[in-house]
């Protein structure tokens, strides 16, 4: 069955690139039928959907975070990405990565409902100085 | 301020029945969109729990059960046990938003 694990450095500095990569294993990103998904947790709060990419490089953002991230996927590594731009301290938080499923299409052709599963084990990452 | 809303805690005896509500409004439950639940253990990454609104994925337990009405969804643990004791999130989609959300989560703890 398919895994997760996310993978990238602990401790970013204030108004650094936060960039985090989600290895696949157990199946393969390029099969399709499912969108990969970053969803964070900040300490102690509740979860927050990030972002989504379909192997084809089709991405849907969170509104509020659009303007400073970037979702991007390797096809060659069965990995996808994630690059968060001039962090603070406000996205010190456990980052998970997981499967989007259960989705379907609207009349535009983007992807609504769903959950996700599996999850990776997620990894926490501090905004300091 | 989390788009969908959860009782901060809930709290049962061993044995007993439990459920936690999840109440949305009209651009994601009461849209229609289906409800999915999750449970976390501390210090681990959430896992799936029930799936839309009703189904439950292989291996979890049929003291656990999910149902939806209107704009709100619950989530019913039966024959309460202490491995139970965890946290809880209810998902759905939102057109509004154009995306994904969460409630903020309900803290079980068995007595």
Known sequence: ?129 | QSVLTQPPSVSGAPGQRVTISCTGSSSNIGAGYDVHWYQQVPGTAPKLLIFGNSNRPSGVPDRFSGSKSGTSASLAITGLQAEDEADYYCQSYDSSLSGWVFGGGTKLTVL
Request: charged share 10%; net charge positive.
């Open chain 1, 1 to 129: 069955q398919v895994q997760l694990q996310e993978s990238g450095p602990g401790l970013v500095k204030p108004s650094q690139t936060l960039s985090l990569t989600c290895t696949v294993s157990g199946g393969s990103i390029s099969s399709g039928g499912y969108y990969w998904s970053w969803i964070r947790q900040h300490p102690g709060k509740g979860l927050e959907w990030i972002g989504c990419i379909y192997y084809s490089g089709s991405t849907y953002y969170n509104p509020s975070l659009r303007s400073r991230v970037s979702i991007s996927v390797d096809t060659s590594k069965n990995q996808f990405s994630l690059k968060l731009k001039t962090v603070t301290a406000a996205d010190t938080a456990v980052y998970y990565c997981a499967s989007l499923r259960g989705y379907y299409y609207d009349s535009s052709g983007y992807p609504q409902g769903g959950w996700f599963d599996p999850w990776g084990q997620g990894t926490l990452v501090t905004v300091s100085s």
